[in-house]
Nanobody
Framework: QVRMVESGGGLVQPGGSLRLSCAAS????????MAWFRHAPGKEREFVAAISGSGGSRNYASSVKGRFTISRDNAKNTVNLQMNSLTPEDTAVYSCACAGGLSTYYAPESPSAYDYWGQGTQVTVSS
């Protein structure tokens, strides 16, 4: 059974930083892309960042490019999201996801590519 558990959310002031982590279990994760999505109240779920199974390919939403960095450690089955220069517009529940199909070398942005999801962690950016 595939399981994804996020951690690291919280309250941070504008301009601050947070690091989210996702611990995964239940499969050989180096074969599968992993991604972060976010969902703010009253808005559609939004792609944030994705990384290929090998870690060699990354994609970012334009709204976070240059501020957020996705990384993974396949030995530990973890994926991280370093978030810098946070703004109130980044406030949302952040969820990690694992692709259903083999994706060793590419990092899909569509949520339909991801079959396994965590429960999410709240990130609030406010003064």
């Amino acid at each position: 059974q595939v399981r994804m558990v996020e951690s690291g959310g919280g309250l941070v002031q504008p301009g601050g930083s947070l690091r989210l982590s996702c611990a995964a279990s239940g499969r050989t994760f180096s074969f599968y892309a992993m991604a972060w999505f976010r969902h703010a109240p009253g808005k559609e779920r939004e792609f944030v960042a994705a990384i290929s199974g090998s870690g060699g390919s990354r994609n970012y939403a334009s709204s976070v490019k240059g501020r957020f960095t996705i990384s993974r450690d396949n030995a530990k089955n973890t994926v991280n999201l370093q978030m810098n220069s946070l703004t109130p517009e980044d406030t949302a529940v952040y969820s990690c996801a694992c692709a259903g199909g083999l994706s060793t070398y590419y990092a899909p942005e569509s949520p339909s590519a991801y079959d396994y999801w965590g429960q999410g962690t709240q990130v609030t950016v406010s003064s």
